[in-house]
Nanobody
Framework: QVQLVESGGGLVQPGGSLRLSCAAS????????MAWYRQAPGNQRELVAS???????NYLDSVKGRFTVSRDNAKKSVHLQMTSLKPEDTAVYYC??????????????WGQGTQVTVSL
């Protein structure tokens, strides 16, 4: 059984910072791309940032220069450092991982989501 567990969401004022973390557990053989998505009420889920197993990262245009994605392969974890937060960053943030393990093969996994609210 593979699980992704997120932490670090919360309420922050505009201009503030938050750090999201996500750890994968289970009999994992390989983790390929890890990423963060978000979904605001009434909106579709969108890709915020991703990082490959080779370390290449990609960002949503609106977060470039403010958010930084990183991963720790030894700890099977991915992090999202968010700075200069804006009210429009308010959403539920979901961790994503493309994982291979012997019992299932290769498939996508999602965390349960963590709420980020940017407000005075």
């Amino acid at each position: 059984q593979v699980q992704l567990v997120e932490s670090g969401g919360g309420l922050v004022q505009p201009g503030g910072s938050l750090r999201l973390s996500c750890a994968a557990s289970g009999s994992i053989t390989t983790i390929y791309t890890m990423a963060w998505y978000r979904q605001a009420p009434g909106n579709q889920r969108e890709l915020v940032a991703s990082v490959t197993d080779g370390g290449s990262s990609n960002y949503l245009d609106s977060v470039k220069g403010r958010f930084t994605v990183s991963r720790d392969n030894a700890k099977k974890s991915v992090h999202l450092q968010m700075t200069s937060l804006k009210p429009e960053d308010t959403a539920v943030y979901y961790c994503f991982a493309d994982i291979y393990w012997f019992a299932v093969g290769r498939r996508d996994y999602w965390g349960q989501g963590t709420q980020v609210t940017v407000s005075l």
